[in-house]
């Protein structure tokens, strides 16, 4: 079918390619000892053959149909494989992506203790500041006092002195 010429030369063994249908093969006068074969002999001969070669068409329609399933079957197969990529490529980056959110639910979760310990510790040292400062004022309130005393006293002495 889709031979060149020399291609059909070497197969035939350097005859050049027939055209057309192929010829029927001669019958082969059998010799003398046997009888002839009847018309009906060779027509059932001739109809053996034509059912080997229509068996050999049908078998190779039926091996090309089974081949056309066999790619559309390994194509829908590899579009599911792609397909399939395509999801555990997403399940991986939301994998990573959880990953990553717990991390951070991590990182917050000890900044926001380190955050309880420092407000602890400012309300300790607030504490401590508010008593240190309720202990200067309640000095500097006797040293006011003892001041009053001073001035009173000198104030008191000095008018005495006047008097005198």
């Given at each position: 079918m889709?031979r060149?010429?020399?291609t059909?030369?070497k ?9 057309g249908p192929?010829?029927?093969r ?5 010799s ?18 034509a ?28 579009a599911?494989q792609n397909?399939y ?11 990573d ?23 602890a510790a ?28 001073k001035?009173?006293r000198?104030t ?9």
């Amino acid at each position: 079918m889709g031979r060149t010429r020399q291609t059909a030369r070497k197969s035939t063994g350097g005859k050049p390619p027939r055209k057309g249908p192929p010829r029927p093969r001669p019958i082969v006068i059998p010799s003398r000892g046997t009888p002839e074969p009847t018309d009906e002999e060779r027509l059932a001969a001739l109809r053996t053959k034509a059912d080997l070669r229509n068996g050999v068409r049908m078998r190779d329609c039926v091996i090309a149909k089974l081949r056309r399933k066999v790619r559309q079957r390994d194509e829908a197969l590899d579009a599911l494989q792609n397909d399939y990529d395509v999801l555990q490529d997403d399940d991986d980056e939301k994998e990573d992506t959880i990953l990553e959110l717990e991390e951070d639910m991590l990182g917050m979760a000890a900044e926001l203790e380190h955050l309880r310990e420092t407000e602890a510790a400012l309300t300790s040292s607030q504490t401590a500041l508010d008593k240190r400062i309720a202990d200067l004022l309640t000095e500097v309130a006797i040293l006011s006092c003892a001041c009053d005393c001073k001035r009173s006293r000198a104030t008191s002495f000095s008018s005495e002195d006047d008097a005198l």
